[in-house]
């Protein structure tokens, strides 16, 4: 069985018939290119090496999206574990007698009467893809996820291996630095 | 009982989703009613949530595909593994 089964799989023909799909699959999760790309690449070498595993019992395609999907996991690991740097700005205090406080120069501010007009403005959207890029990459990615793709949360949280309260956190982080950074940047500029 | 604004303001962003609870919801309109920044937070997260849905109609990756280069050297890489 073993032995046959590797007939079902055909290397030859991967980028052709599923480079777009798993590419489309992953760039809806993290956003650049060359990640995708390279994340594209890893899984076809995983399954290179896995081809043994195979079993017929899904189609080709299904095999390696759920091999795509470890690698996605893998990188939201290795971006998440990146100290330092991949870090928020803190926006309330976490310890002290304060702790859960607003920090005063992080808290908002009023942005007056032309909003509306602000959010039609064309340059929005320019102003606000900086903002999200300037995000730590988990921060984006989680972000991305929920608010611009639109994933249910139980399927991120099964997707990233996280529990929902890790993800609010992070949803929370996120949004409150992009308050902040449209404040500075768009609104109140 | 009583909300941080840390807490308060993660219940606030779960409501732009509609995912906050009903208590969590009683909890929030208690804390809007003794802190003033929370409530601007929460009208500022409605003007966020806006802006978050106007980039998501025009988002760049609404439509990608790698190129054939991409293709290529994907393909390249592949065979010399095999």
């Known amino acids: 069985m ?7 799989l055909n290397p030859n023909k991967w980028v052709t018939l599923y480079a777009d799909y798993l590419y489309n699959y992953t760039i809806s999760r993290v956003s650049n290119h060359d ?4 994340i594209v690449q890893d899984t076809f070498f995983a399954a290179l090496k896995a081809q043994d595993n195979f079993q017929g019992k899904a189609s080709e395609r299904t095999w390696l999206v759920s091999i795509l999907k470890r690698k996605i996991i893998d990188h939201y690991r290795k971006i998440n574990s990146i100290k330092g740097k991949a870090e928020v700005k803190m926006n309330f205090y976490t310890d002290g007698e304060r702790e859960g406080e607003w920090i005063e120069e992080r808290a908002p501010t009023d942005w007056g009467g032309e ?14 893809e900086k903002c999200i890029d300037y995000l730590p990459e988990k ?8 608010t611009i793709q639109q994933f249910e949360t139980e399927d991120i949280c099964k997707e990233l291996e ?6 609010w956190v992070i949803i929370h982080r996120a949004r409150t630095q992009l308050r902040k950074c449209m ?7 | 009982m009583k909300l941080t604004c840390d807490e308060a303001t993660t219940i606030c ?12 919801r009683v909890k929030l309109g208690l804390h809007f009613l003794m802190c003033r920044t929370c409530g601007l937070y929460s009208k500022q997260n409605q003007v966020m949530t806006k802006c978050y849905h106007i980039h ?3 988002s760049k990756y609404n439509k990608s595909c790698l190129c054939d280069e991409d293709k290529k050297e994907i393909e390249q890489n592949l065979k010399s593994k095999m």
């Not at chain 1, 073993?2 to 079902?8: A, C």
């Not at chain 1, 921060?139 to 929920?146: E, I, L, N, P, S």
């Open chain 1, 183 to 189: 404040e500075d940047n768009w609104f109140k500029n």
């Open chain 2, 13 to 24: 962003d779960k409501t732009q989703y509609g995912e906050a609870g009903l208590w969590e």
């Open chain 1, 2 to 8: 073993s032995l046959s089964s590797n007939h079902m």
């Open chain 1, 35 to 38: 990640t995708a790309k390279d």
């Open chain 1, 162 to 167: 996280i529990t929902s309260s890790n993800l």
């Open chain 2, 56 to 58: 998501k109609e025009t």
């Open chain 1, 139 to 146: 921060y984006a990615m989680v972000f991305r996820m929920k």
């Open chain 1, 115 to 128: 909003v509306e007009k602000k959010i039609e403005n064309e340059e929005l959207k320019v102003v606000l």
